[in-house]
């Protein structure tokens, strides 16, 4: 196989979708089961992009690791990195599209998540040190091991591009908003980009104001800032400038995934060396396109599809 593009790090889950929509969890009959998790919902958006990727994480020991290793190739993803935490179990993630457009969840991570427990011996350091895109994020630095280690991680690689932070505050996962500023914060010391929506942005850097938070995200020396903004569309900032890019409307089916596939076509274009406007133009359509449609990873667009929105 040739050599890796893309590793990314961290939340790897069973997602059951509802196939009832506008009702609550007690009154959905039947669910679909998709592969799911932010991390791991990067890297098949990626690869669906055509970009070689892998995704370093952990399940449990039960049937749904399995099911997860056997996913992710499907998709084109390599399992490679995906090891197993003995005493723990997969995590199941429910929700209701209701409403449709920011569908509630409900995790099952207790005690904790197999992908909490990565340790330093787990690590594929040269992978971490060498790929032309190391992507983490905000989640998996809640909790410790996991914490210490995407943090030595993030040292061994010594800033290179494209050192991609995805901010992915989900307060389920927190003791407070204080203790998930700090960590977060701490990483935007190591990283050539960070993207994050308007309450991420505000956690990782005290503001909800695209503009200044880009600022001070830039001021972190953070090269690339992208603040979601939602219906006022996309804020991308570098040294040089910031653009907003408005959003690629759609009938919303399922709000889940937009953001992965965000992240994935935002890490191909990184790869290209695209402009960071193309590059959130192109995100932005891909986002859209996997929010008009059911599931998340099974939804990931391809190139031919983006690039028939955009024209």
């Known amino acids: 196989m040739s050599a890796l593009e893309l590793l990314t790090v961290g939340r790897v889950g069973v997602d059951l979708y509802p196939e009832q929509s506008g009702v609550s969890l007690a009154e959905v009959s039947t669910f679909a089961k998709s592969l799911g998790g ?18 370093f994480t952990k399940v449990g020991e039960d049937d749904f690791g399995p099911y997860v290793r056997s996913a992710l190739s499907d998709f084109g993803v390599s399992p490679e990195h995906v090891g197993t935490e003995p005493g723990l179990l997969t995590p199941v993630v429910f929700c209701a599209l209701n409403p449709p457009a920011d569908p509630p969840l409900l995790f099952y ?21 060498n790929v032309p895109l190391f992507w983490v994020t905000g989640t998996g630095v809640c909790e410790e091991p996991s914490r210490a280690t995407q943090r030595e991680m993030l040292l061994r690689r010594g800033r290179r591009d494209h050192t991609v932070l995805d901010l992915d505050y989900r307060p389920m996962f927190w003791e407070s908003e204080d203790a998930a500023r700090t960590e977060i914060s701490w990483m935007l010391d190591h990283v050539t980009v960070a993207v994050g929506n308007r309450t991420e942005v505000e956690i990782a850097v005290g503001t909800d104001d695209p503009d200044e938070a880009a600022k001070r995200l830039l001021d972190r020396g953070v090269r690339l800032a992208i603040v979601k903004k939602g219906a006022e569309g996309v804020l991308v900032a570098t040294d040089e400038g ?21 992240g994935g076509a935002l890490a191909h274009g990184l790869l290209a060396g695209w402009d960071p406007v193309r590059i959130a133009e192109y995100a932005n359509v891909a986002g859209a396109l996997v929010a008009s449609r059911l599931a998340c990873a099974d939804a990931m667009p391809t190139s031919e599809e983006i690039e028939a929105e955009l024209s």
Do not use: Y
């Not at 919902?41 to 070689?52: D, H, I, P, S, T």
């Not at 991570?109 to 040190?129: F, H, K």
């Open 38 to 55: 932010t991390a791991t919902n990067v890297a098949v958006a990626a690869a669906r992009l055509g970009r070689r990727s892998a995704v």
């Open 109 to 129: 991570r207790r005690p904790t998540a197999p992908d909490l427990r990565l340790r330093p011996e787990d690590v594929p350091w040269d992978e971490v040190e």
């Open 242 to 262: 910031s653009w907003t890019v408005p959003p690629h409307p759609v009938e919303v089916v399922c709000g889940l995934g937009a953001g992965d596939a965000f």
